[in-house]
């Protein structure tokens, strides 16, 4: 089992940053493949970006593309989602999630074993 905890979400206003990490425990942290999804009142979970064991392998959604960069450190046994030029439309609960399977589907939510709380991102327009 993987525990996974995110950080600093947050209240913004449009056209601000932020950056979420996401710690991940109880694992090979160099084994897990990592990614951030989010989900917004009335809507389902959706893939925001992802990354792979080394981090040279990042994936990212057309609507955040440009504006948002994923990466890790694996010395921390940690993942950060970097969120420029924030949109209203950014606004959601964004979950870190972890998986130690050797392939994965970044980019549905349905393969990942391991969730975090979940962090509220708030962005005003």
């Known amino acids: 089992q993987v525990q996974v905890v995110e950080s600093g979400g947050g209240l913004v206003q449009a056209g601000a940053s932020l950056r979420l990490s996401c710690a991940a425990s109880g694992r090979t942290f160099t084994r897990l493949h990592m990614a951030w999804f989010r989900q917004a009142p009335g809507k389902e979970r959706e893939f925001v970006a992802g990354v792979g064991w080394t981090a040279t392998a990042t994936y990212y959604a057309d609507s955040v593309k440009g504006r948002f960069t994923i990466s890790r450190d694996n010395a921390k046994n940690t993942v950060y989602l970097q969120m420029n030029s924030l949109k209203p439309e950014d606004t959601a609960v964004y979950y870190c999630?972890?998986?130690?399977?050797?392939?994965?589907?970044?980019?549905?939510?349905?393969?990942?074993?391991?969730w975090g709380q979940g962090t509220q991102v708030t962005v005003s327009s």
């Open positions: 999630a972890a998986d130690d399977a050797n392939w994965i589907n970044y980019y549905s939510s349905v393969p990942w074993t391991n």
